[in-house]
């Protein structure tokens, strides 16, 4: 069965400091991996994406890191800022081309 | 571009009652998706289209029906609606199935 977990529901960080947003998966078809971003009453927003080939990308302040044998992928945004503030999906591409989400991972950056 | 937009913004609705949730996009996109966000989850996937005239069940198909007669515009059924179906609903599109897809804005279903 093809998951993806994050297990943390929240995470609060200082303005200024690192933020590291975890995902976890399973039986991934494709081992290409998406990051969104969603503000509240907004629909989601494409952050980055990692595929298989590499085992970072990097975007300005965000960077995505992807272990293989761990099967374990995270998010790194340094410096964070406040309008970081929102919740963050990893996703994975299944067989058929679809998208599945995690739970998601609400930020807050405090000031 | 406006993107993908959703119509309503926010509903309520009795149990027993239809509605429809309707979402078009103007970037041409062959595939278009309709995903549930329920608290504390991820979007599940409700169903999807890869074209004009092709529909195909997603994770959480039930109680719901959709229809794709143009590109721009898929439209999602709810016919008997339950408290079950108390939810976000988010419309998005891509331009294939592996490429990035654009979310709209969502419709937020209170269900009574």
């Known amino acids: 069965d093809q998951q993806v977990k994050q297990n943390s529901p929240s995470l609060s960080v200082q303005e200024g400091r690192i933020s590291i947003l975890n995902c976890d998966y399973t039986n991934s078809m494709f081992d290409y991996f998406l990051w969104y971003k969603k503000y509240p009453a907004e629909g989601p927003t494409f952050l980055i994406s990692i595929s298989s080939i590499k085992d970072k990308n990097e975007d300005g302040r965000f960077t995505v890191f992807l272990n293989k044998s761990a099967k374990h992928l995270s998010l790194h945004i340094v410096p964070s800022q406040p309008g970081d503030s929102a919740v963050y999906f990893c996703?994975?591409?299944?067989?058929?081309?679809?998208?599945?989400f995690g739970q998601g991972t609400e930020l807050s950056v405090k000031p | 571009n406006a993107g993908v937009t959703q119509t309503p913004k926010f509903r309520i609705l009795k149990i027993g009652q239809s509605m429809t949730l309707q979402c078009t996009q103007d970037m041409n996109h062959n595939y278009m998706y309709w995903y549930r966000q329920d608290p504390g989850m991820g979007l599940k996937l409700i169903y999807y289209?890869?074209?004009?005239?092709?529909?195909d069940k997603g994770e959480v198909p039930n109680g719901y029906n959709v229809s794709r007669s143009t590109t721009e515009d898929f439209p999602l059924r709810l016919e008997l609606a339950a408290p079950s179906q108390t939810s976000v609903y988010f419309c998005?599109?891509?331009?294939?199935?592996?490429?990035?897809?654009?979310f709209g804005p969502g419709t937020r279903l209170l269900v009574l």
């Open positions: 998005a599109s891509s331009e294939t199935g592996k490429e990035t897809q654009y």
């Open positions: 289209s890869v074209g004009a005239g092709i529909t």
């Open positions: 996703a994975d591409y299944n067989q058929g081309g679809k998208l599945i």
